[in-house]
């Protein structure tokens, strides 16, 4: 039998007698450590699924494991933890290996994975999202490790390696890492008894993240001889309600009672539907059930309602008060109906709302950038078109990150080389002390030495940035700590530097990383907006800004 058929034998084997009995487990893990790829680089430390899959084993799961497993037995191993997902009251999901995401997804490669490209991934790829979705089944009692090196192989078209943003459903800790962190984390934290999820992060290697169901009461295994009792199984009803709660249904309450009948919560679900089923707008709010809004169409209903300038507190998917607010809001201003609960075709209109308000920016922005960019040129030949330091200077005073800024910092660099040459050692020294330090002490030191020196001119320039510097320097940290809020993903940040160059406002390469370039093109953006001018993106700005690549 030739070597690949006979992995496959042996792969097939292993799926048709690894879950015998699954219908008895209480809890079931599947493990995959691909490390042998056969085009790309080994994965440092898969190795390490083979004892983490011994240690679940030995806390009385039922383990799945597999290694180095093809595009064609991937899909045959998640089937079976589907059948297992049925009885189970807790599940472990370990995959070590390579990742990568593009098009607002992540997958978990196989090892014949060929830097397959965004089109050629194909069935090959197992979604990180289909496996958090089934993650999601036992809330409170759910954890997903994904782990992999460093070392970053090309992907082809549409593809970057890696995890990319994820979206963790309610009750489900996901947890990130190196394989031998994450078999760490595994082995002396999460499988101890009584240590929960968040005692074992805060003792986790560096490196290791979590998100999610970070819970300081939830533990994956309950404290030694408490045996899968009640404490943990109320345990998992809190997080299953928690989630409920969330969703605030009728549906999502009849469902936790269909589940929990004589639950902790049952007499909280069975008064809260009442409360659902009699309060005014009940009937629209069942107009909107009906509709079945998945979290995409909901981010979008609240990117709208952002736009038009309706507070929606979060473009998360999750109608919450302040989405509710924002709609109720946008119904009073349009004479419609105010019941906060969206109709089919309150959605259409919208979205032609939103539409029209992005074209309306759009040409207003264009409008202010043509005429931004006629006040610069005439500026520029009012100094002498860059013929003299001192004009130099001034145009680049007025607009640091103009038409020609770029030039005129070239041909400054350009007279202080030259001037160097002329200038004695011992100024020379002095100026490149100033700007080593770059603070307004240093130059004020030049200054003082050298007051009519070569570079006396420059040091003033940079005393006035630095001041103006200081006095922004509240406000742009404030800018950059909101961004930072943002968690903004290289596939985002990409597609922010590609909206900027439609625009005009050349971020320089679009790569994913807001370099200074990339900052000058925000800056310019929020300026032809008639934005704050910050160079830092926020919500709002990112909204409108995104808003228009639905555009032609």
Known sequence: MAPKAMARAVIAALLAVVWTGAALAADIALVIGNRDYREMPRVTGAEASVAAAEALA???????????LSAEAMPG??????????????????????????????????????????????????????????AAR???????????????????????PGLGALDVPQGVLLV????????????????????????????????????????????????????????????????????VLDLDTVAALEQYLDRYPDGIFAADARERIVDLQEEPEREARAVEEALGLDRDARRRVQQDL????????????????????????WQDAGGLPVTGYLTRAQIARLAD?????????????????????????????????????????????????????????????????????????????????????????????YLDRYPEGAFAEAARDRVRALERDREEAGRLEAARAGERALGLNPITRMLVETQL?????????????????????IRRYQRAQGLEVTGYLSRAVLVRMLAGMTRP
């Open 138 to 160: 036992k809330p409170g009692g759910a954890v997903v490790l994904l782990g992999t090196d460093d070392r970053a192989p090309d992907m082809g078209a549409g593809l970057r």
């Open 353 to 445: 709302a939103a539409d029209a308000r992005a074209a309306a920016l759009e040409a207003q922005a264009k409008e202010r950038r043509r005429e931004a960019e006629r006040a610069d040129r005439a500026f520029w030949d009012e100094t002498g078109r860059g013929a003299g330091e001192a004009g130099l200077r001034r145009y680049l005073d007025r607009y640091p990150d103009g038409l020609y800024a770029e030039t005129a910092r070239d041909r400054l660099n350009q007279i202080e080389a030259e001037r160097r040459a002329r200038i004695p050692e011992t100024e020379r020294r002095a100026w490149d002390a100033a700007r080593d330090r770059d603070t307004i002490a240093a130059y004020r030191d």
């Open 58 to 68: 030995g806390r009385g799961f039922q383990v799945a494991a597999f290694r180095d």
């Open 306 to 329: 952002s736009l038009l300038g309706y507070d929606t507190r979060g473009i998360d998917g999750i109608f919450g008060r302040g989405t509710r607010s924002a709609i109720a809001d």
């Open 77 to 134: 191993a998640v089937a079976r933890l589907v059948t297992g997902l049925e009885t189970a009251e807790r599940v472990v999901i370990l995959l070590n290996g390579r990742f990568a995401h593009g098009a607002g997804e992540s997958w978990f490669l196989p090892m014949d994975a060929d830097a397959p490209g965004l089109a050629g991934l194909g069935a090959g790829g197992l979604p990180v999202s289909v496996l958090l979705g089934l």
């Open 501 to 521: 160059a439609r625009m005009g406002h050349d971020p320089g390469q679009v790569d994913g990383s807001f370099d200074d370039r990339t900052r000058a093109a």
């Open 176 to 243: 990130t890492g190196g394989p031998a962190d994450l078999d760490r984390l595994l082995r002396d934290g999460l499988l101890r008894p009584g240590v929960t999820f968040a005692e074992a992060l805060a003792e986790a290697p560096r490196g290791v993240r979590g998100a999610g169901f970070v819970s300081d009461l939830a533990a994956l295994v309950p404290p030694s001889g408490a045996g899968p009792g009640p404490g943990l199984a109320e345990l998992f009803e809190q997080a299953y309600w928690d989630a």
